[in-house]
């Protein structure tokens, strides 16, 4: 199993970042010396980072040696899915570990990683948003946790007391446009002018002001340009020298980068030539390159699940996942369950949740809408989900399955939820039900009318609320249950009776009707919001 320590990222603040500045030598300098670095970094040990220079420098790159990822530290994890996501490999299952998950789970305090760095916060925040993360709560949080420890002079420090670098604050700056700054932004400004006045006149960059420049900290700089698409170049000129032109100077022979004119080869130089094609190639961080290497998971469908254990229900709600497989996966955090998968001659396969292991002729198994499990001939890494699809996992024999998905079945209608923060028109959803002869479901606004939950030129911090109407008009007593997808601002922050949506439960007797409470309080400081945003609640029930 590899794992990457913090002693191995920790000279990764040291220097990442791009710029593409076209002074002093030719474009044909910078490419050839792009392709020398590439060269020699094939003949090295792969790395996460030697994976994403490769591909910036649109040369072939391996990810077998990031298959067993493992850690005991968040920063173990962020290397690895930046390198999985700029290779289009999806970090949630590369092949069967969730390194999203696991990043995660170092969540504490408002904060991702040892509460007294920075360094891990602000990877972590890259990794998650080159995930598609960047609305997640936790990303969220440590953003916020991040700007809270910007220093008086602009800059930041690989610790929470330590005095700022310019490496560290650069990569700080990355995470900030990664999920929402602009160059225009306070933070951004203040942290500009602090790098502005710690370039040297030889176009480099020290790790502290004041001292000599070297590799690591000028590639930190440069790929934090690129990411900034900064146009007025002569801001990172000093004596008609640029970042680009030093790094330049200190290519080897050999194709490697120096650390500093007068240093040699050594343990590290690979992490650093990495860092420094990067830079020249034009890209910062999270890499994006032109060959369209985006986030796995964009795109995905929302679709409804539950999950039923021997007796009880472990889990209901709505995720982003593209295979049923995938749902397990992604709802492990809103459910806080455990799993287990592994592989066999067939593909993977679910062994365990929530601590409910197969044995014998029991074992966990999948339907989607519905199916009777003969209809289903892929396995659960296999069958592409839809838009609005409901996942069924539940815990059984093969030959009882079919009953129990039969009981599951129910009765199920939809409110189209909406909130602009700009005016602009939407079109109403229409209401859909499942009609089954014992049951009769429906919603409705409390006048009667169709559901709805939409709002235009809503405020930041402004409380919105709405009700609507659960009708049982069947015969049959029902328990009710509900699942949010779309725009994270529901997912996240919809309440439903008050309480938070995955924790309603309703029970209505035949003929019954109860009023609902829908509420959501618009976040005053998160940068996922967009100007319109659309989900859908989706009410389902069961007879009880």
Known sequence: MRSYSIYGLLPALMFIFGLGLILGLSASAQESAITEAAEYLKTTDPSAWSTMALIAADEEASTEHLKDTEGDKAINYTAPILALTAADKDPRG?????????????????????????????????????????????VVETRSFLLDNQLSDGSWGFAV????????????????????????????VEALDYLRQAQNEDGGFPYTPGDSSDAASAAWVMSMINVLEEENLQYWTREENSPRDYLLSLQSEEGYFRHQSDRQENAFTPTETSYVVVALAGYGYPVETESGHDN???????????????????????????????????????????????????GPYLTSIAGLTASGQTGWLY???????????????DRQLEEQDYVLWLFDEWEQAD???????????EVPLRVELSEEEGEEEEEEKEEEPEISFQVTASDGSEPEFFFTEAERGQQLE???????????????????????????????????????????????????????????????????????????????
């Open 94 to 138: 590369y092949p069967d570990s969730d390194l999203v998950q696991e990043l995660l789970t170092y969540h504490q305090e408002g904060q991702i990683g040892e509460l007294d760095l920075l360094n891990d916060s602000i990877f972590a925040i890259l990794a998650l948003a080159a995930a598609g993360e960047q609305d997640h709560s936790a």
């Open 161 to 188: 007391a330590s005095d700022g670098d310019t490496n560290t604050t650069a990569a700080a700056v990355m995470a900030l446009v990664a999920t929402g700054s602009t160059n225009e932004d306070p933070a951004i």
């Open 296 to 346: 796995p998971e964009s795109g995905a469908p929302s679709v409804r699940f539950r999950i039923l254990g021997e007796e009880e229900e472990i889990c209901q709600g709505a995720v982003e996942a593209e295979t049923p497989l995938m749902v397990i996966k992604n709802a492990a955090e809103q459910c806080e369950y455990e799993y287990e998968i592994e592989q066999s001659d067939f």
């Open 367 to 381: 339907t989607v809408n519905w199916q009777s499990l003969d209809e289903i001939s892929e396995g659960s890494a």
């Open 403 to 413: 009953e129990r998905i039969a009981e599951d079945k129910g009765g199920r209608a």
């Open 466 to 544: 709405e009700t609507v109407t659960l009708h049982n008009e069947g015969t049959a007593a029902l328990e009710t249950a509900a699942g949010v997808s779309g725009h994270s601002l529901f997912r996240e922050h919809l309440k439903i009776a008050y309480e938070p949506w995955r924790q309603f439960r309703d029970t209505m007797k035949a003929g019954e009707s109860n009023d609902i409470d829908l509420s959501l309080t618009v976040p005053t400081d998160s940068p996922g919001l967009d100007s319109s945003m659309e989900g859908t609640l989706v009410f389902w029930v069961t007879a009880k």
